[in-house]
């Protein structure tokens, strides 16, 4: 029997992990020899003494063809650590799973991404840099990781549906069940348009100590990890944690700091996280992953329209910045740009006017206003 198919075996034995798993293989039972050890043996390796009977008593071939069975007729696959599709920036991490199990589009994991994080709980400007950041990253090039979890999450993973761009949502319970479960629908649309997968065979319930693993993959997949909006607290910030650990860029979108939403990205920027003022901080890092380097001139196309409109943003004041965006959705008569910024008409008139010197927006017949 193959060596990918004797892993799958162990890896969905409840209560086998990562560190098992490696115990296992080093004391070179990744191999036919496993049928025929005793709990004794597997007691020997270092397992536990629960472990060791349950392998004696279960562990077999037809033990393994049931499991795959059930994958099958779950419309499951999996790639392991021995495969040449297994993602190569995963694998370089500290722990990188035996298995992934997927549904979707395998060829996103060979795609240049970024993942993008935050709280559950996000405020609607938070929702709002989320939209249009991955909006922009998408039209880039890059794919979108993130955890399927309320919030920014699912913010980032329908912005980038909506853009026609790649996404990946990374789980922290088997492919049988999705959690939330609101999240249901926008996991089916990810696993048909995108990728969504997980290191735990299916029958896995959500557990509070399954999500920090998790988030060491979000950031192993990745060549960065932004945080749109998160608390001192948020589990957003494992993922920051994780993408350090593994060598990889940590960026931070600042908030008011009169919001406690905005305290965790900020303390991120304190430690020296790369501040993200526009999609156009990240993009300028990759430029060389992207399917157009955004440093050419005389380009056509969607790619072109992104890097004019980041160049843009890059000579915007924040209040500008934060002017234009909303113009983004538009166009607007001033009264309605009165309202969704809340400004005074003097104030709102000032801004933009410095837009259209800067040749960021135009004025239509009527004081209808639109980005460029």
């Not at 997927?102 to 929702?127: E, I, N, Q």
């Not at 494992?238 to 940590?250: F, K, M, S, Y």
């Not at 050419?296 to 000579?315: F, M, W, Y």
Request: proline letters at 5%; charged letters at 25%; one cysteine or more.
């Amino acid at each position: 029997m193959e060596e990918r198919e004797l892993l799958f075996g162990f890896n969905e034995v409840e209560g086998i992990g990562w560190k098992t798993i490696d115990k296992i293989r080093r004391a070179g039972l990744l191999s036919e020899k496993a049928f025929s050890c005793s709990s004794e043996d597997w007691e020997k390796v270092g397992l536990s003494e629960k472990v060791s009977i349950q392998l004696a008593s279960i562990y077999t071939l037809e033990w393994i063809a049931n499991r795959r069975l059930l994958m099958e007729e779950s419309a499951v696959n999996m790639v392991t650590i021995f495969d040449a599709d297994y993602p190569h920036l995963l694998k370089e991490t500290a722990q990188p799973p035996w298995i992934l199990y997927y549904r979707g589009r395998l060829d996103l994991l060979s795609t240049p991404s970024v993942a993008m994080v935050g709280t559950r709980v996000p405020t609607a400007y938070g929702r709002k840099v989320g939209e249009i950041l991955t909006k922009e990253l998408s039209e880039a090039g890059l794919t979108v990781v993130s955890g399927l979890a309320r919030g920014i999450d699912s913010v980032c993973h329908e912005a980038a549906l909506r853009s026609g761009g790649g996404t990946i949502a990374v789980v922290a319970t088997g492919l049988d069940r999705v959690y939330p479960p609101e999240n249901k629908e926008l996991e089916r649309l990810i696993s048909r348009d995108g990728l969504v997968l997980t290191e735990y065979p299916l029958g896995t319930k959500s557990h509070p100590g399954l999500f920090p693993q998790r988030n060491r993959i979000i950031a192993g997949l990745t060549y960065g990890t932004v945080v749109v909006e998160a608390d001192s607290k948020s589990g957003s910030l494992i993922t920051a944690d994780a993408a350090l650990e593994a060598g990889r860029d940590v960026f931070a979108v600042p908030g008011p700091i009169t919001s406690p939403k905005s305290r965790g990205a900020l303390d991120l920027i304190k430690q020296g996280a790369k501040l993200v003022t526009g999609a156009l901080d990240i993009l300028e890092e990759y430029t060389s992953f992207l399917p157009t380097n955004l440093s050419k001139t005389g380009e056509s196309g969607p790619s072109k329209q992104v890097a004019d409109d980041l160049l843009i943003e890059k000579k915007l004041t924040n209040e500008e910045l934060h002017l234009y965006h909303i113009l983004h959705q538009g166009p607007f008569i001033l009264d309605d740009l009165l309202v969704r910024t809340g400004w005074d008409f003097g104030h709102l008139h000032s801004v933009l006017l410095s837009l259209i010197i800067k040749k960021a927006v135009a004025q239509l017949p009527g004081a209808i206003y639109k980005v460029i």
